[in-house]
């Protein structure tokens, strides 16, 4: 393990994280006029994006002061502890702002109180980085502009890849460059639209920023600020969930931001490489030769019509079962009746179901996370499908999480391939998607990557249910955090937060996070004990 080179590259992306956080800091300064320059640097909507961009400059400066010396080889093992040291530490520098925040406005004092607000900056912030959108908010919308902006702005850069949009800014990273692409970009293949990686990250980051661009303004279009669009937009190009209203998209209870909402978050789900063709090169036909949109096309579509004709036939849950479900804070009886008539409400006509069916279904399935309604009333059957679809997640090169549709896809074909060997011993069967057929050594990783990915699972699982008194809660707080998708069942249901989880619970599941966006194989490499032998 070359250290040197890896403390180096760190550096670099200290560098770009102070240039990123002018643009939150120049919100926060707005909000802060016509206050005198003293009084804006005191007030903590300010000061904390002030020492973070003072500190990561200076810090970031000292780190590459010295150049590396030319390194050979294709160096996995740099590569993956840039990436995830990278992000543990842009995590660590970048939730600052909101520290000083919860250090002025949460109630308490000494080193208890200092832990506390240390844990719930850094969850919120890796929560956005990850593009998980888990917020342990309460109320979002008493939040500062510029930490509204900035939590929001965290899941843009985490969605793409902060590491590569260094790879754009900084295309001298040198030999480990591809390495560090592979470490971050989600999905079993990384393929290269040109030979220079600095050019294939600058692609990836244009159409990220122009479908970014154009959703914002068709949000600012239909009635939304131009912070909020920015916000949401950045939520679901990212596939991550952040919103600036305590009810997320459902405050909003519009046809228009709905179906725009899930329009991108379907584009969000598919490759990005599938955008880049047809976007500059007019190519419709990839969308018929590539399988993986196709699977995950049929997935989605699947997934809305068994919703869709479910609650039209048996609508919500009983009040009965809706009682015995987990929340933090329980109902009383007239307020779960009150909310019962309003979810009763969004699945009254056959058009309201499917907007919202397929809402919901987009969300979970892409990672997303944005929500519209409490789905924790609808029947445990709708329950089951929606946790069913967080496993899926997006296509591979996408901005989603989970599994990736890729994955099941292999899995799903492994699998028979299995049980026609066992029928016929001598067949010759090469596994193949798109009429290509996948080396060995491909169908091994992904299996090997499917097997760990479930073996954390459960792991995890057993750990959160030292923290968590409600078994559903347990389970879908490691799910959502995971897959990368934000709310889950129960205790942490749409209407719910993760503000309540215990100190511990809450580093559990930030790890979690950090595997299931870094796609676990870079994290366990980067944190191998062999990586670091020479």
Known sequence: MNKH???????????????????????????????????????????????TIIASLIIGTLLTIKKPDRIHG????????????????????????????????????????????????????????????????????????????????????????????????????????????????????????????????????????????????????GGMTLIESFCHAFGTMATGGFSTKNASIGAYNSNYFDWVIIIFMMFAGMNFMLHYQIFFHQK?????????????????????IIGTVTLQVTGLSSSSDIERSYRNVQLTPEEREERMAIEEGKVSSLYSTI???TFQVFSLTTTTGYCTVDFDMWPNIMRFMLVLLMFFGGCAGSTGGGIKMIRIMVVFKTTWREVRHMIQPKLISPLKIAGRALEEKQVANILGFFTLFIILFVFFTAVMCLFVPDFTTAITSVVSTICNIGPGLSGIGATENYAWIPIPGKWVLALCMLLGRLEIYTVVVALSPISWRK
């Open 74 to 221: 294709n160096l996995v093992r740099e590569g993956f502890a840039i990436v995830t040291f990278g992000w543990i530490i842009l995590t660590l520098f970048g939730c600052i702002p909101l520290l000083f925040y919860h250090l002025s406005t949460y109630p308490g004092y000494g080193p208890l109180h200092i832990i506390r607000c240390f844990t719930d900056a850094y969850f919120e912030i890796m929560s956005g980085f990850t593009t998980t959108g888990a917020t342990i908010t309460t109320n979002i919308e008493i939040l500062p502009k510029g930490i509204l902006f900035w939590r929001s702005m965290t899941h843009w850069l985490g969605g793409m890849g902060i590491v590569t949009l260094a790879l754009a800014v900084f295309p001298a990273f040198g030999v480990s460059a591809y390495q560090m692409f592979r470490g971050e970009v989600p999905g079993p293949t990384t393929e290269r639209l040109r030979p220079r990686l600095a050019q294939t990250a600058t692609i990836l980051w244009g159409v990220y920023a122009l479908l970014t661009f154009l959703e914002t303004l068709l949000l600012w279009f």
């Open 355 to 357: 907007r919202h069916v």
């Open 284 to 304: 419709f036909v990839v969308l018929k030769k590539d399988r993986e949109f196709q699977f995950y096309i049929s997935v989605i579509l699947i997934a809305i």
């Open 5 to 51: 080179f890896v403390i180096y590259s760190i550096g670099k992306l200290l560098q770009v994280l102070s240039m990123v956080l002018l643009i939150p800091a120049a919100i926060a300064i707005s909000e802060c006029l016509p206050a005198p320059l003293s009084k804006i640097i005191q007030d903590v909507r300010f000061n904390g994006f002030l020492i």
